[in-house]
């Protein structure tokens, strides 16, 4: 009886590449995001409705404030390519960036950081990578301001100050609080702690 033949993903005599894996599941797991930093890949599930509703509420005062006409944009899910590996980028929850984004695309989807204001992560399972290995990568990209919406900590956390592998100005904020961005972002916005968390936690019965 002979044997069944066992289906390979990649060529042996083909170059390791962490690029084919993640698009490789990617393809077997549509929704899932796979990233890759410091080497590593990064795989998170499809996002819940209160991930996509927190992001829905978010999207609202930065594009009231302009930033999604003339010199900027908003968007959502746009990787950034990420100088911590030939192969690293992130795909945030929600970007501020350069109208000329589309001059600045690398490979991969993934494009030059920039042409990055603002990165924004919204915490799902994984948070402990949106609050400890994405600080690192996002800081030695220069992003010049990231923000986490902890959803398990029900806080809101505004890193600015890039320096090497970190930021030098890190700041926790809770519900009850309004919080004022950068104006390097491009205008001024003010964000409701309390309206964001409320936004990401699931509805009660």
């Known amino acids: 009886m002979s044997a069944a033949s066992v289906e390979q993903p990649f060529d042996a005599d083909e170059p390791f590449s962490l690029t084919a894996i993640a698009d490789e599941i990617m393809e077997r797991h549509p929704g ?3 990233e890759i930093i410091g080497g590593h890949l990064l795989v998170t599930p499809s996002p819940d409705a209160p991930h996509a509703r927190a992001l829905t509420k978010l999207m609202r005062p930065f594009i009231a404030a302009g930033l999604d006409d003339g010199e900027t ?10 100088p911590t590996g030939a192969e690293d980028y992130c795909i945030p929850d929600l970007v501020v960036v350069d109208a000329d984004i589309d001059d600045h695309f690398i490979e991969n989807n993934a494009y030059d950081p920039v042409c990055f204001r603002l990165v924004l992560e919204v915490t799902s399972g994984n ?20 923000l986490v919406v902890d959803r398990k900590h029900q806080r809101l956390h505004v890193l600015t100050e890039p320096a090497g592998s970190e930021y030098a100005n890190h700041r926790v904020h809770a519900p009850g609080e309004t919080v004022t961005l950068p104006d390097s972002i491009g205008a001024e916005v003010a964000l409701d702690v309390e309206q ?10």
Not at 197 to 205: T, W
Request: positive net charge.
């Open 196 to 205: 964001i968390i409320r936004a990401g936690q699931k509805k009660a019965d």
């Open 32 to 34: 899932y995001r796979v």
């Open 127 to 146: 948070w402990r990578d949106d609050l400890k290995t994405k600080v690192g990568a996002y800081a030695e990209a220069k992003v010049p301001v990231y």
């Open 73 to 82: 944009e908003v968007l959502q899910s746009v990787a950034i390519k990420l």
